[in-house]
């Protein structure tokens, strides 16, 4: 038997989730089509209808701790059947915006990253750092390396050197542009942050969507066992990597492919990522790696998946009219977009000898990976690691 509530309505709550796309919130007519419909949608307690129900009456309580807004994949199923055109799927996605901003950390910075007013600051503040590193680094060379000299010697071996420049007349190398050590004296910092933000936030989420499966009597698991839970996060990474709740829609069946390009483009330029950072700080041997080197091929196969896999996302969303597109979809799809772009034509422009247009090129893919580390935990693409989290919930807990 689940406890007794008390409705405590917060109309700021659905002014907000009608300002991030869930504007057709107050059409639903509880008709509970849309549960019916939802391919993926679980036999006890089914969403999105009591969400829906819930969000009319600005139940925020009831909705940011709720594992079930992120079991949801808004594969358009319940919106093209819905009689109303209350469009469940938007409304479910403004409800997830509204937890990322709740469970981050700052809240500040969170507001900013959804707010189109700020864009113009999140760029400008990277790239005036990053031109400030090209200046450095051009101009004050060797202050640098007696600086370095001082304060590392001989690391590791003598292995580690301010310059990872490769020397030669055709051989364009980045780090003549931007220092390795500023890039990951910048870029470490960063991801670590976000990493911070995201344990942070999985602290009270795992709490709470635990604690409203138990008031909802949505699981038979009275305390929760983090073991287990874990145990239960190994299980559904196959369900993640073949993307069978994706291939379970009807309506919105093309987006699964440019999903998983898009996820498998992460996992193959993060295993570069660490790879190179080795083969750097371990064994002292700086790029650019010449073509038929493997981790090269791995890199540029990712890249591919990468730009491929966005501008098809990008494609879906600018050909089908129905489908909502907000701030947040075009922030993160002109990120990733940027990134995989700016990565793969910079290393044309280098391998064509293009010295200044492939440095210009390199100096954008910064701007966007900096932008992906260091808004990772309040933008759109955080649902990867909230929607990972409650799937995996949704296991240990005996979900049916």
Known sequence: MTEKYLAQPDLGFIAQVKGLGGDTLKKCYQCATCSVACPIAPEDSPFPRKEMIAASWGLKDKLIGNGDIWLCHNCGDCSDLCPRGAAPGDVLAAIRSVAIIEYATPKALARAVNDPKKLPFLIGIPAIWFALLAFITMNFGDTMTKIFNVLFGDALGGR??????????????????????????????????????????????????????????????????????FQALLRVIPTILKHDKFNECETNKDRATPHMMVLYGFIGLFIVTAVCGMMLYLGGYPGPYPQLNPIKWLANIAGVSLVIGSGLMIKNRLSNKDTLNTYKDWLILGIVFTLGLTGMLTEMARLAHLEYISYALYYVHLIAIFNLFAFLPFSKMAHIVYRFTAMAYAEYGNRR
Do not use: C, Q
């Open 160 to 229: 580690l050197h301010w310059s990872h420049a490769h020397e030669g007349a055709h051989v364009i190398s980045h780090s003549n542009f931007f220092s390795t050590w500023f890039v990951d004296m910048t870029m470490i910092p960063t991801a670590t942050f976000a990493v911070i933000v995201f344990v942070l936030a999985l602290k009270r989420f795992i709490v709470d969507i635990h604690k409203n499966a138990v008031s909802e009597g949505k699981t038979d698991k009275t305390t929760l066992n983090y073991k287990e839970l």
